[in-house]
């Protein structure tokens, strides 16, 4: 398959995400698909359906923004950098993000997203506690640094 094909393979899945268009998304995946994220790892359509379903409720505006190296394709494997820009209970973030994709013919068979949870956490902690956590967390990682 060419390059070319599988960046458009990719992109028509994202887009089918962004979209909210659980059906489409998953018409671009195999049978056997398995996607690990850093909310888990769901194996086949069934488990991919109720992740991406509770991914869009989650963060309903969701859209994908190339950055970095953008896509880079090499045999039937990519990667992709990009920034998630979306909203979670009405606080807006944009986390830097990493997939790496394995196709089998012409369909998505692994699927690997990489992102910074705690990049999100900074940006949607809304009260003093829940501040005072993430930043505490924060500061306890990065002792020694400065």
Known sequence: MSEQRIEGIMRDFDKAVEEKDVEKALSLLTDDVNYITSEGTFKGKGELRRYLTWAIRSSPDQRIVDAGIGVMVKGEKA??????????????????TVCVY????????????????????KQVARGWLERMIVNSFLSRMEKGLH
């Open 102 to 121: 394995e196709f089998e013919g012409e369909k998505i068979q692994r699927l690997r997203t990489v992102s910074d949870r705690l990049t999100i956490a």
């Open 79 to 96: 990667v992709y950098e990009h920034n998630v820009v979306a909203t979670y209970k009405g606080m807006k973030y944009e986390v830097p």
